[in-house]
């Protein structure tokens, strides 16, 4: 069982940078692959960005492509979206999610066991 808890949303003008963070239960981190969604008002949710267990390879969609990037800290159970140029179509709740025995890139929501209760993140213009 993992429990994940993302901080770091808050409210930023278009251009802008933010940083969430999302912070594991558990001494298996590092066997995770993880993930980062969002739902924007009215929308459904959507694949924003991912990663394996190792770091080694990660995945984006295309709207956040060469702003966003996803990283990790297995020493600290943590993995990260540093978030740039935010614009105000970014504004979602952002959810962080994992998946045990994480070897593979996955950008499906059904894929993910575990998920976070989401940090909200506004971009005004």
């Known amino acids: 069982q993992v429990q994940l808890v993302e901080s770091g949303g808050g409210l930023v003008q278009a251009g802008g940078s933010l940083r969430l963070s999302c912070a594991a239960s558990g001494r298996t981190f590092s066997s995770y692959a993880m993930g980062w969604f969002r739902q924007g008002p009215g929308k459904e949710r959507e694949f924003v960005a991912a990663i394996i267990w190792s770091g080694g390879s990660t995945y984006y969609a295309d709207s956040v492509k060469g702003r966003f990037t996803i990283s990790r800290a297995n020493a600290k159970n943590t993995v990260y979206l540093q978030m740039n140029s935010l614009k105000p179509e970014d504004t979602a709740v952002y959810y962080c999610?994992?998946?045990?025995?994480?070897?593979?890139?996955?950008?499906?929501?059904?894929?993910?066991?575990?998920w976070g209760q989401g940090t909200q993140v506004t971009v005004s213009s």
């Open positions: 999610a994992a998946k045990f025995f994480g070897g593979r890139i996955l950008d499906k929501g059904y894929e993910y066991e575990y």
